[in-house]
């Protein structure tokens, strides 16, 4: 089970009935709102694995509250990183299953609002498959809306 505290930029991973006692946490900058959304993702990396998706849309990333999403999987981390001011990419996550046929789960990741100030732009949702790294996102890698 995955839970947060978006006002403090925290996530805990529990696993077979441990509480937060004694817990490591993972992590986010503070403001980023690390948290703000969790996604229970499936097997995206193929280990079968239940596999986890948090989103910090605030984060300030190569440009302001870009927005980050981490990915964490049997085998570490992985890191989608919005490349346009204001993107905050991970507002929302979904699991998609497996929709490119590769035998590993893939998310959906959205971004409402890659416009300066948050104003009314066009928003973006891309199909994330098989992640490893760092992977820079923008409006290009996905579809508009």
Not at 53 to 63: G, K, L, R, V, W
Not at 125 to 132: G, I
Request: hydrophobic residues 40%.
């Amino acid at each position: 089970m995955l839970v947060s505290d978006p006002t403090t930029d925290t996530a805990w991973l529990l696993v077979d009935g441990f509480t937060l006692d004694g817990v490591d946490p993972i992590e986010g900058t503070t403001g980023e709102r690390f948290g703000a959304q969790l996604l229970a993702a499936g097997d995206v990396d193929g280990d079968g694995l239940q596999d986890f998706a948090i989103a910090a849309p605030d984060a300030d990333t190569s440009e302001p509250y870009a927005g980050r999403v981490v990915v964490v999987t049997g085998s570490g981390t992985t890191q989608l990183l919005g490349a346009q001011g204001w993107d905050r990419i991970g507002t929302r996550l979904y699991a998609a299953g497996d929709v490119g046929g590769d035998g590993k789960d893939d998310l959906f990741v959205a971004a409402p609002w890659p416009t300066p100030n948050g104003a009314v732009g066009q928003g973006w949702v891309a199909l994330v498959q098989s992640p490893e790294g760092v992977v820079e996102m923008s409006r290009d890698d996905g579809f508009s809306f």
